[in-house]
């Protein structure tokens, strides 16, 4: 799982778009996404690796790293 986050709901559909035409075009893959049009929140599931993209305010609010911190793991920055 990956977890980044844009400035603004335009940039994170930028990044989530970028992503995806690179899978595409490096490795074939035809990821599938959910949230680009709205943008506060970009879900990409490449099968294998599971990207999400947030505004940091939507960031802030889920907190999916310490859902997984608890696992053991050590978040990334």
Known sequence: ????????????????QK???RLKETFRLSARS????????????????????FRPEVREFYQLEKMWADAGGTPAA
Request: proline content about 0%; some cysteine.
């Open 1 to 16: 799982m990956v977890i980044c986050s844009g400035r603004s709901t335009r940039q994170v559909a930028g990044i989530a």
């Open 34 to 53: 959910e949230g680009k049009d709205v943008g506060d929140w970009v879900l990409i599931d490449t099968g294998d690796v599971v990207v999400h993209v």
């Open 19 to 21: 992503l995806l035409d």
